[in-house]
């Protein structure tokens, strides 16, 4: 019998998960449509805070999912979750 706390497994245990979504900029770093520029190690994040060209309206908002589970109930499942 294995151990129900093992990683890989959540077998018979209550198991909560949690999804943050939160936006995220579609633009890549000083290409494009990004007018974006600076040296190396000032890039963005693509987040609103390191976003360098917040006044010009260039963020462009994406919702990018972030999930969090007790145990490692795997991808292939947190996907199937309906609230």
């Given at each position: 019998m294995s ?5 890989g497994t959540?077998?018979d ?10 936006p995220?900029?579609?633009l890549v770093y000083g ?9 190396a190690g000032s890039?963005?994040?693509?987040t ?8 010009c309206?260039?963020?462009t908002c ?11 109930v795997g991808?292939h ?6 609230p």
């Open positions: 151990d129900p706390n093992s990683a959540c077998n245990i209550p198991v909560t998960l949690a999804q943050l979504v939160m995220e900029c579609g290409e494009g449509s990004c007018g974006a520029t600076g040296a890039e963005c994040y693509n609103w805070n390191t976003c360098q060209r917040q006044g309206n260039e963020f994406n919702p990018k999912d972030y999930w969090f589970a007790t145990c490692d991808k499942l947190v996907g199937k979750y309906t």
